[in-house]
């Protein structure tokens, strides 16, 4: 199956910044979804931005304004105005079910995941 390989994260105080990336396989569809998610500390996983088979784009209205996400060779996750209720394990997903729309949590796959802390 496809295989997705996160890399960035770490600590930063708030207001600061951060980049996540993810790189894709080939065996992910190029015109499905991709999106990032996030589980903050004791709550459900959430999705965060989504980029559609169009290329649309989507936001939790929480990052708008703040989080930029983008796709071409990588998926980044541009995270600027960082708060600690932006803290959690953040995951980048992939889905080539683009018919299903990609604002939704049942992506077949998944990254690693990686710990974003935001200290005020």
């Known amino acids: 199956q496809g295989e997705l390989v996160q890399s960035g994260g770490g600590s930063v105080q708030a207001g600061g910044s951060l980049t996540l990336s993810c790189a894709t396989s080939?065996?992910?569809?190029?015109?499905?979804?991709v999106a990032w998610f996030r589980q903050p500390p004791g709550k459900a996983r959430e999705i965060v931005a989504a980029?559609?088979?169009?290329g649309s784009v989507t936001y939790i209205d929480s990052v708008k304004g703040r989080f930029t996400i983008s796709r071409d060779n990588t998926l980044i996750l541009q995270m600027n105005s960082l708060n600690p209720e932006d803290s959690g394990v953040y995951y980048c997903?992939?889905?080539?079910?683009?018919?299903?729309?990609?604002?939704?949590?049942?992506?077949?796959?998944w990254g690693q995941g990686t710990q974003v802390t935001v200290s005020s």
């Open positions: 997903a992939s889905d080539p079910s683009w018919w299903r729309g990609c604002w939704r949590d049942d992506y077949k796959y």
């Open positions: 080939g065996y992910i569809s190029n015109n499905g979804c």
């Open positions: 980029i559609g088979s169009s």
